[in-house]
């Protein structure tokens, strides 16, 4: 009988749409799969537009007029963000705090103190290289902090370009995390680590899972709603 259910099941259907909304062309991605309800997401690549199958056109675009404010703010972040290979970096955040783009050589790439990061240029690469390889540092120290209430310990910390997942965690047990977090608060890397890490006890959503992200990181909540509202902030260096 299962079977047979899963068989009969439709597999998600991905299509490129467009409508135009006050004068203005709102382009869209939309997943039809099997699901309640229609949700809405916009990610770096734009708005995406997930509905159950059969989902009336006019439905949809009366759920995207209702939510037009949202998404052309969102929409016009991502554009304003859209960085090319010689774009010139200024300033960015690290750990939530602003630091200035210094290009110069410098024996410390990063000066914490002052909130300078040294770069050979403020070329958007090279700024991207330096803060990648603080991140991977940092992830590893915060991974440590916790060892000694875990019962189980990650295989490797590796990061990920991903740009849909903040983190990951495989059955071998190796965690990655996107380097953009370290442009983030400390509060938030930590709830996304908390997250993976309790991937090594349970690899799935289930209520014991986030019991464990709570015995980790017992204000996750907060973090998580923060994380929400500052995601699209987080892609400057894209």
Not at 37 to 43: G, W
Not at 128 to 156: C, D, G, Q, T, W
């Amino acid at each position: 009988m299962w079977k047979k259910l899963l068989s009969s099941r439709k597999a998600p259907t991905r299509e490129k749409k467009s409508i135009y909304i006050n004068s203005e062309l709102v382009e869209f991605t939309h997943i039809k799969k099997s699901k309640k309800n229609i949700s809405l997401k916009i990610d770096p690549d734009g708005l995406i537009v997930s509905t159950p199958f059969h989902t009336d056109d006019i439905y949809i675009q009366n759920v995207i007029e209702k939510k037009f404010d949202w998404i052309s703010k969102y929409l016009k972040q991502i554009s304003s963000q859209t960085n090319s290979e010689n774009k010139q970096v200024d300033i960015i955040s690290i750990l939530g705090e602003k630091y200035k783009v210094v290009p110069e050589d410098h024996s410390i790439e990063i000066n914490h103190e002052d909130k300078i990061i040294f770069c050979k240029t403020n070329l958007v690469n090279d700024v991207k290289n330096i803060v990648k390889k603080f991140a991977l540092e940092y992830f590893k120290n915060r991974v440590s902090s916790y060892e000694n209430i875990l019962e189980i310990k990650p295989s490797n910390i590796q990061l990920t370009n991903a740009k849909t997942k903040w983190g990951s965690c495989s059955n071998d047990k190796n965690i990655r995390l996107s380097w953009r977090l370290i442009q983030t608060c400390p509060g938030i890397i930590d709830y996304v680590i908390s997250h993976e890490l309790a991937h090594l006890k349970h690899m799935n959503h289930s209520k014991l899972f986030w019991h464990e992200v709570e015995r980790i990181c017992p204000n996750y909540k907060i973090y998580k709603k923060q994380l929400k509202d500052q995601s699209l902030s987080l892609f400057t260096l894209d």
